[in-house]
């Protein structure tokens, strides 16, 4: 059946601000699923109110609404488009439960709109934990015993009945939100309260545990004949108790009988047809018990999920783009050249590669946080590795994690006691995988391990081989290292890092010594089909092999490093920036190069880009790239702290940096240098110092005074940052930082307290500057700008004041000989205004000033980085009208007994933005108050 001629003009419904359990994989389902239906020359219209993303773009759609998601804002939509159906699959929880709203309402009846992509019985039926428990017995799956609860004293009688260990799972939540096992009478009480507060219908469903089972996922797409087809198996390393965002997951999976598995995959079908008769993705997680492979159901989400992402970009097949051109009517069979630009979507993915995805944490944002992991989602951001074995595809995840190893072991960490070991094998941790590592080069044995864990054998011998490898490595020199020692370990994954470590010899020794031997990395294409159709998609990954399926081309290119994994500090905006820059590059005739290792992104689908290199941003990765493509140049502004650090090397290695250079970036870093250069332009700016230890940050201390702003250098998101305000502290805190941070500088500023916080951003091509927006924030100095509440244009910075904001933004620009964009931290105090830092880079605000005023700043920044244009080239026409409020969200409820009160180190998780005409608006007054009644605490 050909696409449904009535459908002429969709809305989708976004997933709003980015919080842990549902990040940017929705910018990434939106934004593909907007351009498949605009293919189709239907008209898009797009409700999202997260403005650091690619989905709110006009590149996007055809009319963009940057407002709360809520029924008010759906019926003003309504009424000013004549919409014939609704997408509501791409946006996560938030846009089911909305979705769910407007039809309880009437508000779908009432405009004649049709909902499309899932059924809302379907979705009822998954989110409620009864009806898909009653559900599933129809279906005759085996699910796990249990009942659902509306209250405390129900809750009581139903665990009394099942015993303990128990499961508690509240209805219509994400993330495993509020979700948790249960051992004992004594954690029960406070569970069950929990449970029953974080689900929105007050209902939680209490199951018997099976704790330490195997846990796997299959993707489904089905379409409007009933036709069913499997996009991917997803293993979970980690075993039942882990929530699967916070699981290391494998692709396809590793240790799952075909027999399993194709019993498995009926029951899918099984499953997703019986929840209703809709035509989209489909996502279905399954236990198996590894005493006798017996399968419970576990949780069907009758949309695009977050594995769905993982699953497009691991096997190339574009499940966002499929699924919503299903829900408009399309068959499989129907879609011709849809996959790798050949094949027919009607088409299951082979792989001849492996994928390894690992979460990334960002547990030091929270004091007192509990690092264990289980039922609840804790991570904030993950990495994916492709390379032709497990081993290779675990070393590169573990490489992408940036959390200072070079891969999985052989790096220098030291390995822990046994005796703090084993409690760490035995309950979860971020760290499980390292602590599995160093159990093995202990000497404790994988039958123990094993027992500790329930993590299956295999993925255990794994591990224990590269052990193994690692010592017969050490018994040789560089010199005397055999060939296909070398060569195995690099088909591996081993870095030349973790090589010379092991060795004793330089990172540069093993490159050389490689090259000699005539072991080299080639590149192979994501082809969806394991090389039986050829295919045209420019997806790549590395490897140590024979043939090279990436060829250079002669054309002029450019390299842009992304901003690796999601963490706070850095999220979705940078990713914003990169895709911006890659579109602009295009513009301007490059052949574009996007390196990332980020499966949730936007600048990782294969389509934006020329040319995808899913590779670590890690040096020996990008630099063998470069090598290989020979670029004009690389472009690192755009992707945070991430390709920021990359800098010196790139200057060291020769590798030109487009835009502002190496040089500027290192200055505005270097507190002397930069303080100097604001004494040559007299610039005021809060006393600082600098210091390598704790003695020295002592004797700077008593020159400043206190209070004291101390932080490291080079980090991002306010990493370790803090005020302190007596000797005592300013040690404790220099001694924390260094034991997390070693051998990095620690900057002193003296504190600024009760000074108001701006902030500018500005476009720089060497010459001329162009402030694209100044914002103040609402929140006093002292809490991160990422957590503060900021407005654009300021709503109460005097004239005078402005001038100097703007003159010394100005003269910043030129002075660190900026090329393309730059950030600059101000506070104000006795109507004077002082420079906290100045960041030549893309910054967390660009995206929500380019929303707000409506203008493609990356774009032409891009364009002036890469000397093809200057400022004086642009017609610069901001729409500025009223103010726009920057909302920061957090994930505090993932946390809930940590320390929830704000301060210099950043703890949002994403943003979202808000519109008003004038400064008597409510909410902007609600808020405002709020600033002041902090003030006078």
Known sequence: MPRNPDIKSVLIIGSGPIIIGQACEFDYSGSQAARSLREEGIEVTL??????????????????????????????????????????????????????????????????????????????????????????IELNVNVCEGRTAKSFLEGKEIAQEIGFPLVIRPSFTLGGTGGGFVHSKDEFDKALTRGLHMSPVHEVLIEQSILGWKEYELELLRDNLGNVIIICSIENVDPMGVHTGDSITVAPAMTLPDTVYQNMRDLAIKMMNGIGEFAGGCNVQ?????????????????????????????????????????????????????????????????????????PRWNFDKFQGVDRQLGLQMKSVGEVMGIGRNFQEALQKACQSLEIKRNGLGADGKGLKKQEQILPGLEKPSWDRIFQIYDAFRLGISLRTIQKLTHIDKWFLNQIEELIELEKEIETYNLNSLPKNILLQAKQKGYADRQIAHLLKCLESDVYNKRKELNINRVWKLVDTCAAEFAAETPYYYSTFDEENESVASNKKKIVVLGAGPNRIGQGIEFDYCCVHGVLAAKECGYETIMINCNPETVSTDFDISDKLYFEPVFWEHIYEIIEHEKPEGVIVQLGGQTALKLAEKLERYGIKILGTSYEALDLAEDRG??????????????????????????????????????????????????????????????????????NNRILLDHFLDGAIEAEADAICDGKDVYIIGIMQHIEPAGIHSGDSYAVLPPYNIGDLLLHQI?????????????????????????????????????????????????????????????????????????????????????????????????????????EAIYFIDDLRDEFFRKIYAERNLYLSR
């Open 47 to 136: 409700i999202n109110s997260n403005p650091a993303t690619i989905m709110t773009d006009p590149v996007t759609a055809d009319n963009i609404y940057l407002k709360p998601l809520e029924k008010k804002s759906i019926i003003e939509i309504l009424e000013k488009h004549d919409i014939d159906a609704v997408l509501p699959t791409m946006g996560g929880q938030t846009a089911l439960n909305l979705a769910i709203d407007c039809d309880e309402a009437g508000i779908w009846e009432k405009y004649g709109v049709k909902i499309i992509g899932v059924d809302i019985n379907a979705i009822q039926t998954t989110e409620d934990r009864e009806l898909f428990r009653q559900k599933m």
């Open 286 to 358: 399954f236990a198996v018990n590894p005493a006798d492979d017996s399968i419970v159901g576990i949780e069907i989400n009758p949309r695009v999920s977050r594995s769905s992402a993982l699953a497009s970009k691991a096997t190339g097949y574009p499940i966002a783009k499929i699924a919503s051109k299903l829900a408009i009517g399309y068959n499989l069979d129907e879609l011709k050249n849809a996959i790798t630009g050949n094949t027919s979507a009607y088409f299951e993915p082979s792989l001849d590669y492996v994928i390894v995805k690992i």
């Open 673 to 742: 240098s930069f303080s100097d250069l604001l004494k040559k332009n007299k610039i005021p700016y809060p006393q600082f110092g600098v210091a390598k230890n704790a003695d020295e940050a002592l004797e700077v201390c008593q020159d400043l005074g206190f209070p004291l702003l101390v932080r490291p250098s080079y980090v991002l998101g306010g990493q370790s940052m803090k005020i302190v305000i007596n000797e005592e502290e300013l040690e404790e805190h220099v001694v924390r930082t260094l034991r997390k941070i070693p």
């Open 806 to 910: 703007e003159d010394y933004t100005r003269k910043i620009a030129l002075e660190l000989k900026t090329v393309g964009l730059l950030n600059i931290q101000f506070a104000i105090k006795d109507d004077k205004v002082y420079i906290i830092e100045a960041n030549p880079r893309a910054s967390r605000t660009v995206p929500f000033i380019c929303k707000a005023y409506q203008e493609p700043y990356v774009n032409y920044a891009t364009k002036i980085m890469l000397g093809e244009k200057t400022i004086q080239d642009f017609d610069f026409q901001p729409v500025k009208k009223g103010y726009a409020i920057k909302i920061p969200v957090f994930s505090f409820e993932k946390f809930p007994n940590v320390n929830k009160e704000l301060g210099p180190e950043m703890k949002s998780t994403g």
